[in-house]
């Protein structure tokens, strides 16, 4: 599906209870008393007649689908609620890759942002707020994950891979991903203030 065509029919759902759609799509929420955190990105998958798929290139040929939560503060703003995963760091990969060659440059170029509201932990309820495209062209914001990026490379090249922490970085940080504390596996994740950019927020 052509990233047009697919941003076309994700504004139809916005204000949608995404919710609802897990039940009519049969996307499972909630198994042996555990969240399927995924839940809300496979609901839209389904949507728009696509295949779950978590592999390096985008998404969908040429274009990335994410899926955010949002919350509401007390004072009524609206603010994202957490990072936004981008792509695995492959230290190999990173080491031997510029900016301009990496997975997370292509990932960044071609996404298509939803942002969803979440009520509770119960998920009961879960609206599609916004959708957004980017393509990381702002030249300021571009030369900064840039800069992110060389830090992580550099970092791997100096003290290994295992000196990478989630303080580093100013809009994209390297974090572990994976099940448990003990995981070794890191991504490259997009911290709230990049999220926030992207929406527009």
């Not at 049969?26 to 798929?53: D, F, Q």
């Not at 274009?63 to 230290?91: C, F, H, Q, Y």
């Not at 080491?95 to 969803?116: D, G, M, P, Y």
């Not at 891979?161 to 997009?190: C, E, I, N, W």
Request: glycine letters at 8%.
């Amino acid at each position: 599906m052509e990233r047009t065509e697919a941003i076309r029919r994700l504004k139809e759902l916005e204000g949608r209870d995404l919710r609802e759609l897990a039940d009519y799509y049969g996307v499972t929420v909630w198994k042996m008393g555990k969240i399927n955190k995924g839940w809300a990105g496979h609901v839209i998958e389904r949507y728009l007649g696509l295949p779950i798929n978590s592999a390096q290139s985008p998404n969908f040929g040429s274009w990335e689908l994410k899926v955010v939560p949002l919350k509401r503060l007390k004072s009524g703003k609206i603010v994202v609620k957490e990072t936004m995963a981008i792509t695995m760091i492959d230290p190999t990969n990173v080491i031997e890759k510029s900016f301009e060659e990496s997975h997370l440059l292509t990932k960044l170029r071609k996404q298509v942002v939803c942002a969803r509201m979440f009520e509770s932990n119960e998920e009961r309820s879960s609206k599609l707020i916004r959708v957004e495209t980017f393509d990381l062209s702002e030249p300021q914001i571009y030369n900064q994950v840039k800069s992110d990026y060389e830090l992580v490379r550099r970092t791997i090249k100096e003290e290994g891979f295992d000196a990478l922490t989630g303080k580093m970085g100013v809009l994209v940080q390297p974090r572990t991903k994976g099940p448990g504390h003990g995981s070794t596996s890191r991504a490259f994740y997009a911290r709230k203030k990049l999220v926030s950019i992207i929406l527009g927020l």
